[in-house]
């Protein structure tokens, strides 16, 4: 188990509770502390959202309650009754969230009637609102999420391997079996990296300068992924197509071994790019020197599927199950270029801001 942010903010939200609702001198300090528990979120943005809902659902919660048993008393079957009330209310008003701290709330304040009610009643309402505001705090005070760091880093991993076992596979050096694990893994952490995404895309910024250059920065990410996501496509289709592309002849198995090599020296350059750890692609000499256009490398497969097809007749069903490899690269190449565009731009526009908060993770 790894220790995380998410797992200190929670001890320290917690014990902030717990020595506020001390500090005020309630009487059941550990609501405060259960509902910290509930109220932490990865960002600040899904905090100050959950902030709103927890509040209002436990509103609804302390209002149920207080209303159930000024009219009826607070026998059990009655607690019963208004927990369901308060699930149903959630339920319609799609507040699905805040339910478990609202039956919290209705059963903290349906407990006992000792005393002035509806004073006891305020004033457990408080302790898990403290608890609420409390995490609130925490989230927004204590080690900020800085996800753009984290989703760059997780990019350039995914990345990495994927390009990895290209280069591998396309020289006949893969363990069958072995690659086909690697493949689950990877498309696992190709949904972590949308999961990454979105946890940065709900990070706001507080000046408009600096929601522009986001809001750029946004759509080169989701391009970065998308193009990851072409890599492995074309990685799946070299992997399923292996015998096929071993029994084809040693020209065509040279032209797609260079047509990759050269896309995957272009799409570490463009990563690198992004965070200006080299020049441009342009003045890097011969990046592109075995890469074919995309019009040329459609003709110079049609040219040696003819090949194949004249002079070995048992082999032309075989370049004809190659066309969605040779699909999957040039889609691959059209990403790159598309990617490209956007990094260049981007940093045409917003050179300062791209003085990143993009930094390797250290371990």
Not at 64 to 78: E, H, K, P, R, T
Not at 178 to 185: E, F, N
Request: hydrophobic share 45%.
């Amino acid at each position: 188990m790894k220790f995380g942010a998410r797992i200190l903010k929670t001890g320290i939200a917690i014990v902030l509770a717990l020595y506020l609702s001390e500090l005020l001198n309630l009487p059941a300090p550990v609501l405060s502390g259960i509902a910290a528990i509930f109220a932490i979120q990865p960002t600040i943005y899904r905090s100050y959202q959950t902030v709103l809902e927890q509040i209002q659902g436990n509103i609804i919660g302390a209002l149920v309650a207080v209303s159930f048993v000024l009219l009826f008393g607070n026998d059990i079957f009655i607690i019963g009754l208004a927990v369901m009330v308060v699930i149903t209310i959630n339920l319609k008003l799609k507040m699905d969230k805040t339910i478990v701290l609202s039956i919290v709330t209705v059963i903290a304040i349906m407990e006992s009637q000792d005393g002035e009610f509806l004073n006891f009643a305020f004033i457990r309402l408080s302790s898990v609102l403290l608890g609420i505001v409390s995490s609130f705090v925490v989230n927004l005070v204590f080690i900020p999420p800085k996800y753009e760091a984290k989703l760059y880093t997780r990019i350039t991993d995914v990345t990495e391997d994927i390009l990895k076992w290209i280069r591998i596979s396309t020289r006949h050096a893969t363990e069958h079996t072995l690659l086909k694990k690697d493949i689950s893994r990877l498309k696992a952490e190709l949904l972590d990296l949308e999961h990454i995404y979105s946890m940065y895309k709900e990070e706001r910024e507080y000046f408009k300068k600096n929601s522009l250059a986001k809001a750029r920065k946004l759509v080169i990410y989701r391009q970065m992924i998308i193009t990851t996501k072409k890599a492995f496509e074309t990685l799946k289709r070299i992997h399923k197509f292996e015998n096929e592309i071993y029994q084809m002849p040693e020209g065509f198995q040279r032209s797609i071994l260079h047509q990759l090599d050269s896309l995957i020296r272009k799409h570490e350059q463009l990563i690198l790019l992004h965070i200006e750890k080299i020049k441009s692609i342009g003045e890097i000499e011969d990046w592109d020197q075995d890469c074919l256009s995309r019009k040329e490398l459609l003709a110079h497969f049609f040219e040696q599927q003819n090949h194949v097809d004249e002079m070995h007749d048992d082999l032309g069903h075989l370049s004809a199950r190659l066309v969605p490899l040779i699909s999957s690269v040039i889609e691959y190449d059209e990403q790159l270029e598309h990617l490209e565009k956007l990094i260049v731009s981007f940093q045409s526009f917003h050179k300062e801001e791209n003085e990143i908060s993009v930094q390797y993770e250290e371990d």
